[in-house]
Every structure is written in C-alpha cells, then in structure tokens.
C-alpha cells in the first residue's frame, strides 16, 4: 500500500508568515510522529500522536509551533510568525502503536524561511 | 533530559573496509531501533533490539545491544558503495518518544 506522504515537498516563507505541513500517514497506523532535521543533524523529536490519547507535546520548540490529527489519521503542523532558525526539514512518520514498533518516514517538508 | 550520543559524526572508509558506529544513552532503553538514511532521502528502518545483550545480523550488517540497555553499534563488514549514508540510532524511552542519535555518516570509497 502506499506510504506516509507529505505536503508540500517545500515551502519557501517569508519571516513573520504562518505555515501549514501535512501529513498522511500510512492506513491503520495509529501513532504519528514528527522530527526536524537541519541540514547535516540529527532528527529532533517534535510531537507525538497515539490513538485518541493526548499527544506528546514536550518536543514543541516554542508556542509558536502546533500540531493536530484529525480523525486519528491525517496531521497538520503548524507554525506561526516563522523565523529563520525554523528552516529545516520536517519529517513526519507512523508506526503501529508504541515505541515497541518501526516508524515509516515520510519524504518530508522542506522549509525555508527567508 | 534524556541524550542519545552516536559516534563517529563522520566516517569514510576504503570499499571492503569495515565500519562501526556506537550509540550511548545517558538512561537506559527500553528498546533500540537502527536507521539508515541515504542522502537526500529520508530515514529507513533498518531493525529493532530489544532485549539486554541482544544480537542481531542482517547479511553484513551486525547490531548489539549492551548489557545494561544504554549503548548499541552497528558494525559493517567490507563495506560497499551502497553502504553510503547515514546511520541513526533511536532509543526508545519510558514513555512513547524516540530519542534519535546524532548520527554518523559514512563515506564508502571506491
């Protein structure tokens, strides 16, 4: 079956702008998450979604960033009076259930912010 | 809070080489997950260890997870070009995150 797939591929802003990253994850996966990775790091963990339980928000980097999943399935991050240091990629991926399972990434967002 | 440190950031090799890289939690894990991602895509799975000591190998590809459940390696034996990549450790903690490594990236030579 298909994968996880994000929307857009990129998305250039400029600063001060909101922004909105989607993400569809694979079919039947219940937990989602999503990563930032600048270029050349690693990937750090933002927000986490399982079932209908409330979501993991200890990654979020400031209140300007928001994330929801609608009907346990798709997401949106949110980002609100972007800044420079937000540019990055950010990953989205899903898994079965809990951290015991392989998470499948999406392809990803790749944001710059001018 | 938790860390997940991997070693080396940076690693080339001769084809035919090997190659390791080490992952070290400040906490213990409940389990290690093992990524490679390739450059410009995204992060693939590669396998998961759950168990203290656990061994596992996939045809060149050697995993280890450490007795107390803070530290794993991924070891490549001769190495080829389509080894090219990053490798990243993720470490699963108390709750429901990932603790991603910092990763190594490793550069095959032909």
């Known amino acids: 079956g298909a994968g996880v797939s994000q929307s857009p591929s990129n998305k250039v802003t400029e600063k001060g702008k909101d922004v909105e990253l989607r993400c569809d994850p694979i079919s039947g996966h219940t937990a989602l998450y999503w990563y930032r990775q600048s270029l050349g790091q690693g990937l750090e963990f933002l927000i986490y979604f399982q079932g209908n339980s409330a979501p993991d928000k200890s990654g979020l980097p400031s209140d300007r960033f928001s994330a929801e999943r609608t009907g346990g399935s798709v997401s949106t991050l949110t980002i609100q009076r972007t800044q420079q240091e937000d540019s990055a990629v950010y990953l989205c991926?899903?898994?079965?259930?809990?951290?015991?399972?392989?998470?499948?990434f999406g392809p990803g967002t790749r944001l710059t912010v001018t | 809070g938790q860390q997940v440190m991997q070693i080396p950031q940076y690693q080339h090799v001769q084809e035919g080489e090997d190659f390791t890289t080490y992952c070290n939690s400040s906490t213990t894990l409940s389990n290690i997950q093992w990524y490679k991602q390739r450059p410009g895509g995204h992060p693939v799975f590669l396998i998961q260890l759950v168990k203290s000591g656990e061994v596992k190998k996939q045809k060149r590809l050697t995993f280890q997870f450490g007795e107390a459940k803070k530290n794993s390696s991924l070891h490549i034996t001769a190495t080829q070009t389509t080894d090219v990549g990053t490798y990243f450790c993720?470490?699963?903690?108390?709750?429901?995150?990932?603790?991603f490594g910092t990763g190594t990236s490793l550069t095959v030579i032909p």
């Open positions: 991926a899903s898994s079965l259930g809990t951290s015991s399972y392989e998470q499948y």
């Open positions: 993720a470490g699963g903690g108390t709750g429901n995150q990932f603790y």
